[in-house]
């Protein structure tokens, strides 16, 4: 089966998600800067929740594009990963609201997260049981050791919301811009078979 | 006629659907865990929702793969199937707001599943007919016993609402169970002559 | 230049119109089946509209696949055709709300219809300009009859608001009616050269 | 890496973004032509947001298929230029519900306007360096000119905020104007390769 409409359906649901969160962001009621700065956190949010969603869409773009087909349980695997990415927009607005100070929306948040990282390595797990552990996929992800860190380092901000939950929050700007330098490998592993998209 | 814009465009409204499910999904007004409890009913109704138009994506995915061309019936077909996926969102809002014990809610929730079911067939006649009994799509759809038994059920489903709106939502779940399974024979069909999507 | 791009585009943007209207109709506060039929009008609206932007799309997935090349001035009145199908969400909530009984909403939302008739009616010139008059597109298109016949209802249709919003909503039907039926000729055209599109 | 995906994604999310802007047209609360005249400023803002959304689409088009292959860095600069494209509806709703009359919501707008133009001229630095000083898309580029005053125009309009908020909206209009005209250099250098896109 063809990987095409995967794709295409993915990026569809991924740039709905990505644009849909700033909808959340409603005008102030007054016209001076001041009410603009009341947003502040809401917008900071906002840029940190549209980065991860972009990680997403980046990684998945390089995993699918080293994959030469798939089956039903991508599909799934890749439903569920959709599943756990459009709850981002839901606690993004809930912890914006809350001005990163409240300990549940900053949890929920790390939660969901958390969930997305899992279902993503998932997806991988998937993904190379139907390509085979010699296939470009294989030697291009490696042992995914960025992916295990984002999963330690999630539990470990999650645990910490009880103590501040702006510690939390450091910990997911931290696997953010870990995510942020492009995945070198499997850019590497691709440059040689070069195809047009 | 190409399958491929038809495709593009189904792949368009059902992630548009699948997604703004999400936006009705008001942020609690506290910032409590026992706030987000308030919203169970709404997230499990979510969860529902978004795995039935999963499914549809998905048997869709599966059906047209197997599909050669298209014409304006087919068009047409498609775009009725694709109303009633648009009608979900209300009906999941509805359902999710009366935390599943009141009738109409319930009752309307599974009309809307059986419009889509019923759309479904009446896309896969028409496609039957214009790909011809001995089409690979004809050997793949069979008889579809499972559309039938879903269609069946939905109808039972919808009658004991009238006992318990609970028993409803048990038959409904029963349904999206049984087509969580991927369709073995269009796969199995499919392998045979190896396409790139 | 080729068209992928712009179809791709032209089908997410009629994709979103098209599902964004559902939001629009917002649950009933009661759960009982009364509550219901008081959208009645709300719900038939959506219908109707759905129905106007499925035959838009319907009509553009005709005419560009007869389409060898596009150039800049196609994509600006691809884009101004977009701009008045966009428009139609906001006609089809005025009309509703107020329940095809009030003067102002059924002339705006015959105006936007005819807005949409007349940019459909300049991509077609533009595109003929492009493609010549020799060119498959030309054969297919014609003397676009029925185009026509949809500008001239639709003045007609906005001119008898002022004796009764209801013809106009009829006159409405009647061009949506009347383009339900696929458009023959640019098919069979399109049958003679299989490409898969 | 191949550049399709990253148009379809592209394309995704610029017509979300074109699209939701009319969500946030809220109807008048009357039925008649005076309350509709009360939503002008809204409407009008509505116009030059899609334009301009619209010449980003247009102007992205044009490079992108210039482009022969993209990498990592390509993707973020594209998501960059996304993310300020996203912040249009935002500042499109503040501007309107200002009617253009207030200080800080215009200067807003044309400091997303000049963000989303500095983004794009990103975007050519990143994609220029990807594919060669004599690339077909360095030829076609140029020097840019269009792009450099449009910024220089964007600082002038937001300054000119403090002596009246209309001078700046003129000054955004106008930029809008010269980019209608389409890239006459790109589509002539393409005109020569003709490929489908």
Not at 31 to 53: R, T
Not at 58 to 70: E, F, Y
Not at 95 to 101: A, N, V
Not at 142 to 149: E, L, T, V
């Amino acid at each position: 089966m063809g990987k095409g409409r995967l794709e295409a359906f993915s990026d569809g649901v991924i740039a709905i998600i990505i644009t849909i969160m700033v909808l959340e962001m409603k005008v102030p009621h007054g016209y001076e800067l001041s009410d603009l700065k009341e947003l502040w956190p809401v917008f900071l949010n906002y840029i940190i929740s549209f980065i991860y969603v972009g990680i997403y869409w980046n990684n998945h773009h390089h995993m699918l594009h080293a994959v030469r087909s798939i089956n039903g349980s991508v599909l799934w695997a890749n439903t569920h990963l959709l599943f756990w990415l459009s709850m981002v927009p839901f606690v993004t607005d809930w912890m914006g609201e809350s001005s990163f100070s409240k300990l549940w929306p900053v949890v929920m948040y790390g939660v969901v997260l958390l969930m997305n990282s899992i279902a993503y390595a998932i997806l991988v797990v998937v993904l190379l049981k139907h390509e085979g552990q010699t296939s470009p996929l294989a030697i291009a992800v490696g042992n995914d050791q960025k992916g295990k860190i984002s999963i330690f380092f999630y539990v470990i901000g999650i645990a910490c919301a009880w103590i501040s939950p702006y510690i939390s929050f450091a910990f997911y700007v931290l696997v953010a811009l870990m995510w942020l330098i492009p995945d070198r490998r499997i850019e590497k592993k691709l440059a040689a078979d070069q195809h047009t998209g």
